[in-house]
């Protein structure tokens, strides 16, 4: 049997948008790509905003951890996506790697105001990479070409 083919999603930090966008297409996949994340400077935890506004909408990343991009080098990585930050500068070639996308979006750690209006950048960054990923997901699949 074929091996699934391996997405990674990559961001400067990997504690908020790239953990969202693993959490999001993983669900959409359903197991037919593995799916992860890393950070060329990688913050150690992920954001517990992130955490909430993903588990609002029924994914769970709360078990996520912070990686560093240097860690998947040996791996065969078929695709890679950066989401943000400087991760497209300083992002490697991967062994193995095929394609590579940049969907660039705003980070939601910048938000400033009440407790709520955070919450609604972070959901506002949840929605436009919910609203990408799945659609990747379903031309992935509809193509079965698959990553």
Same mark, same amino acid.
């Given at each position: 049997? $074929?091996?699934?083919?391996? +997405? *990674?999603? /990559?961001?400067?930090? $990997? @504690? ?20 992860? @994340?890393?950070? @060329?400077?990688? &913050?150690?935890?992920? %954001?517990?905003?992130?955490?909430? +506004? /993903? ?6 990343? !709360?078990? %996520?951890t !912070? #990686? %560093?991009?240097?860690?998947? /080098? $040996?791996?065969?990585i ?7 930050? $400087?991760?497209?500068? &300083? ?6 790697? +095929? ?10 750690a %910048? ?5 709520? #209006? ?6 506002? +960054? ?6 990408v990923f ?5 031309? /992935?699949?509809?193509?079965?070409? *698959?990553?």
């Open positions: 049997m $074929n091996e699934a083919p391996k +997405v *990674l999603i /990559l961001c400067t930090g $990997n @504690s908020r948008r790239s953990h969202m966008a693993e959490g999001i297409l993983r669900a959409a996949m359903g197991g037919l790509v593995e799916v992860q @994340s890393a950070g @060329s400077k990688p &913050a150690g935890y992920v %954001h517990s905003k992130a955490i909430q +506004v /993903l588990r609002e909408i029924g994914i769970d990343i !709360s078990a %996520h !912070s #990686e %560093h991009m240097n860690d998947f /080098l $040996n791996g065969k078929t695709t890679v996506i950066t989401v943000g930050g $400087n991760a497209d500068q &300083a992002c490697p070639m991967f062994p193995g790697q +095929v394609n590579r996308h940049h969907w660039g979006f705003g980070d939601p %910048h938000a400033q105001g009440t407790e709520e #209006e955070i919450l609604a950048q972070f959901r506002r +960054v949840r929605d436009q990479i919910q609203l799945e659609a990747y997901a379903a031309g /992935l699949k509809e193509g079965k070409a *698959l990553a």
